[in-house]
């Protein structure tokens, strides 16, 4: 098999797999009769009151977007602190800019107010 029809039952596969998928969910998913009780939007139970599309605040998503990016950039020193015997003292100084930056980025957050709550 040359390389090109290696790439196409590639791409092939691709699309075929999640089509596939969802259209098996389609056809297999109960199908239970549509009630009045059963159209309504779950909220934990209870009706809410008054208008239910609000704006929130930028800031919730600043929040957030810093935890990822720090959740993320730490999580890679989990391997690192596996094999930190090994890895010798070249990685040990790379650590320590990685860190730095990592400080840097929290500073930057911390000065520019994306983790004031209010």
């Not at 009769?33 to 605040?57: H, N, Q, S």
């Amino acid at each position: 098999m040359s390389d090109h029809a290696g790439l196409g039952v590639f791409i092939l596969l691709t699309l075929l797999f999640p089509i596939a998928a969802m259209a098996g969910a389609w056809l297999f998913r109960p199908k239970p009769a549509a009630t009045m009780e059963k159209m309504l939007p779950y909220e934990c139970g209870v009706d809410t009151k008054g208008p239910t599309w609000i704006r929130f605040r930028v800031n919730f998503f600043l929040y957030a977007l810093v935890f990822l990016a720090f959740d993320v950039e730490t999580i890679f020193l989990f391997p690192w602190a596996v094999k930190f015997k090994s890895l010798g003292l070249f990685a040990f100084g790379e650590m320590l800019i990685f860190i730095f930056i990592l400080a840097l980025g929290l500073w930057y957050a911390w000065k520019e107010g994306a983790l004031e709550w209010y």
